[in-house]
Nanobody, 117 residues
Framework: QVQLVESGGGLVQPGGSLRLSCAAS????????MGWYRQAPGKQRELVAT???????KYADSVKGRFTISRDNAKNTVYLQMNSLNPEDTAVYYC???????????WGQGTQVTVSS
């Protein structure tokens, strides 16, 4: 089993920044992919950014140039630096980890990000 614990959400004004963190613990194997998804009210969950243990990062078009994903493999932690936030970024942000060797997919509990003046 894998546990994912997110932190860093909150309320921010348009144009502001937030940094999300997600610490993973448990049975983490390589190769794996860690990433962030989000779900706004009334909408489906969507990919924000993913970063594999080996390979290229991936971003949603809507966040390219504004968000940056990074990871610290020694700490099994993934980060999402979010800049130039706008109200359309308001959502619950979920951390995700995929253990490819086991084809297992894990989710965090989610952290609320609200962009409002």
């Amino acid at each position: 089993q894998v546990q994912l614990v997110e932190s860093g959400g909150g309320l921010v004004q348009p144009g502001g920044s937030l940094r999300l963190s997600c610490a993973a613990s448990g049975s983490i194997f390589s190769p794996n992919t860690m990433g962030w998804y989000r779900q706004a009210p009334g909408k489906q969950r969507e990919l924000v950014a993913t970063m594999p243990s080996v390979g290229l990062t991936k971003y949603a078009d809507s966040v390219k140039g504004r968000f940056t994903i990074s990871r610290d493999n020694a700490k099994n932690t993934v980060y999402l630096q979010m800049n130039s936030l706008n109200p359309e970024d308001t959502a619950v942000y979920y951390c995700n980890l995929v253990n490819w060797s086991q084809s297992r997919n894990y989710w965090g509990q989610g952290t609320q990000v609200t962009v409002s003046s």
